[in-house]
């Protein structure tokens, strides 16, 4: 925390929704087709064509509203967003300005240092995005309108956020929301979920807010922490040396670490927003928020409470645990199969992820299914395997796609649970070594621990460990 100055930063976070069609045509906005194959009369902005606009678009906006506990407005209106740019076919933006379909919404956060917090979440709208131009070798560019009117949601937060680390937070929490809906796929890299972050600072005690600079585009939670922490400096040197921020919009250069001046900043009435009149007004009636609320998941901050009291669980086993709504639904299907939700959440956490990681596979890809994982779990409960040889069992199964019962047949895996014979392996032990049994006797208890590791090597790791220990105190009680 700055001694003279503190940070004031809001967020504009645009979110590409997974409808399978665009905003105000039929084209597909698939990502990664060949340049201009996904276009109509209507994204191209050809003169006399229409735009329709899909109601998937605005059910999809309900339950980002919903979600994020905004008023959805009974009565919104589109607007045309004017401005000139080689990829905007039609010299405006469809989008909404004074009547937006979600106002007034919120998300709480956490913090170590800020601890728990409310920030605000000004409105939510619906517009269509631009298309994409790419410079060349300097002395061309081109332009792809695949992505024009690909349709988008654009929340805007207060300027509440008072560090970078409560503006990752937000935009975290505001990702994991609109990936658990369905809405978003949340893929960063292609642009689905990307951010501008406005950034002023003022001195302490004072309510009017500094100039502020817009930082475009971000689409890293890395590069986006970096940015703002850039840009606060580069303002407090600025201020420091006597000069005044301007007000302008610059672009961020992660290799650099630095942002550099893009354009001056526009205010809204350099857009000349007035409504389209080529669209209706929209109104959504109280029974169509109902019915769209009734379609809602449940959502990760009420999971991870239902987690923690239904299951037991701890608050950071069941933070991990609904951070991805499909690692929910693996360990919710694995808890239906298994009674005992500590340890399915401790193989969830542990074992599950660990292979995921290591073969760069998602949750839905994990060969170990809940059934399988389950069938590995009971033959612990039942002692046929101690821990682990579990781990043995999981690799094999997560490699062959075979049942834990047929692994461990196969392989021999089955614990020694003889008491006969542990006591055999422990005698040839004992009598093998001497000096350490002397040791223990005279008062070194931390020889079991090498006497324990002896017996499960002799055993290659087949004999019972609780039952080992046992019968070791007590032989070498003897």
Same mark, same amino acid.
């Given at each position: 925390m700055n001694s003279r100055y503190e940070v004031v930063i809001g967020l504009e976070v645009h979110v590409q929704l997974t409808t399978k069609t665009k905003i105000f045509c039929g084209c597909s906005k698939d990502f990664g087709q060949s340049p201009n194959s996904q276009t109509c009369p209507v994204c191209l902005g050809l003169p006399g064509a229409l735009p329709v606009l899909s109601r998937q678009v605005v059910d999809d906006a309900i339950k980002a509203g919903l979600a994020t506990n905004c008023q959805i407005a009974p009565h919104s209106i589109f607007a045309r967003k004017n401005y000139f740019y080689p990829d905007l076919p039609k010299g405006y933006q469809i989008s909404q300005f004074e009547l937006p379909i979600c106002e007034h919404g919120w998300l709480d956060i956490e913090t170590e240092d800020s601890g728990k917090k409310r920030l605000g979440i000004t409105r939510i709208h619906m517009e269509e995005d631009a298309g994409k131009l790419t410079h060349n070798d300097g002395n061309s560019s081109s332009v792809d309108l695949n992505r024009a009117c690909t349709p988008l949601l654009e929340v805007v937060s207060e300027p509440d956020m008072r560090s970078s680390d409560e503006a990752i937070a937000y935009l975290k929490q505001l990702h994991q929301i609109v990936v658990y809906l369905g809405i978003c796929d949340g893929n960063l890299d292609e642009g689905s979920f990307r951010c501008d972050a406005n950034v002023s600072i003022r001195p302490w005690g004072q309510e009017e807010l500094g100039t502020r600079a817009e930082l475009k585009n971000l689409n890293s939670f890395r590069f986006i922490k970096q940015a703002i922490e850039y840009e606060v400096e580069r303002q407090i040197d600025v201020i420091d040396a006597g000069e005044q921020v301007v007000q302008e919009t610059r672009l961020f250069d992660p290799d650099a670490g630095v942002s550099r001046s893009m354009r001056g900043k526009e205010e809204a009435h350099d857009y000349r927003y007035f409504p389209d009149p080529d669209l209706l007004p929209l109104e959504v009636s109280e029974q169509w928020v109902e019915e769209v609320r009734q379609k809602l998941p449940e959502l990760p901050a009420i999971?991870?409470?239902?987690?923690?009291?239904? !299951?037991?669980?701890?608050?950071?086993? %069941?933070?991990?645990? =609904?951070? @991805?709504? %499909? &690692?929910?639904?693996? !360990?919710?299907?694995? =808890?239906?199969?298994?009674?005992?939700?500590?340890?399915?959440?401790?193989? =969830?956490?542990? @074992?599950? &992820?660990? %292979? &995921?990681? $290591?073969? $760069?596979?998602?949750?839905?890809?994990?060969?170990?299914?809940?059934?399988? &994982? %389950?069938?590995i779990l009971f033959r612990i409960s039942d002692n046929t395997i101690s821990g682990k040889i579990a781990k043995t069992v999981f690799t094999e199964v997560w490699q062959s796609g075979k049942t834990a019962d047929e692994v461990i047949e196969a392989k021999g895996l089955k614990q020694v649970t003889d008491t006969g014979a542990i006591e055999a392996i422990i005698d040839e032990i004992i009598a093998a070594n001497p000096n350490q049994a002397a040791e223990y006797r005279g008062g070194k208890e931390k020889m079991m621990g090498y006497f324990v590791g002896q017996v499960m090597k002799a055993s290659k790791g087949k004999a019972n460990p609780g039952m080992a220990n046992q019968l070791l105190k007590k032989k070498l009680a003897e």
């Open positions: 999971k991870k409470l239902r987690y923690q009291e239904q !299951f037991g669980l701890p608050e950071y086993d %069941a933070g991990v645990i =609904v951070a @991805e709504r %499909a &690692l929910a639904e693996y !360990f919710e299907a694995l =808890v239906a199969k298994h009674d005992n939700p500590k340890i399915c959440a401790n193989w =969830v956490m542990g @074992e599950v &992820l660990s %292979a &995921l990681k $290591d073969s $760069d596979l998602t949750i839905s890809e994990c060969p170990v299914t809940p059934e399988l &994982l %389950a069938g």
